[in-house]
């Protein structure tokens, strides 16, 4: 666990489940319109793509006194990691909050020996897309279908 002023990153529980939905609505709200519906519904989850989600990936949690203020998830398997959907409500952005999420991600998949970790993300979130770039991910070259809009793989090696 790493703890960010009030802020405390710790693996989700499944009564989490409220607020993590409720911290990607608001996080990706902004950015609807630009995605097709099946693309949102698959970024922002439901409850039982959330209990899906918790059981096949580690979901980190980064909870504040009143609720929870970001989320990312990984999996890890054959030495590679990947992570989904991260997330930090509007009002953490710009306190260090997704760099701490990030930093406990990758921490947890190097405890797993994974050598190299990617994502996938929509062109929409250009915030994002430089967040990750400053971090060392790079794009892979591939670009997939997301339910009907491009999805850019990133890359980052873990040393």
Known sequence: ?????????RAAEPEDAIGTLQCLAKAFEPYRAQY???AFADTVLDQASLEQRMRRMHVLVAVS???????VAGSAE?????????AVLPMWRGTGLAGALLAAIESWLRSRACRRVTLDTTLPLSPAI??????GYKKSGQV??????PLVEYVKELT
């Not at 054959?78 to 991260?86: Q, W």
């Not at 430089?130 to 971090?135: A, H, L």
């Open 1 to 9: 666990m790493k703890n960010l002023g009030e802020i405390l990153i």
């Open 36 to 38: 097709t519906t099946g």
């Open 65 to 71: 006194v009143k609720q929870i203020a970001g989320t």
């Open 78 to 86: 054959n030495g590679e990691g990947h992570l989904r959907g991260m």
């Open 130 to 135: 430089r967040f990750y770039e400053k971090n």
């Open 144 to 149: 997939s279908d997301f339910f009907g809009m």
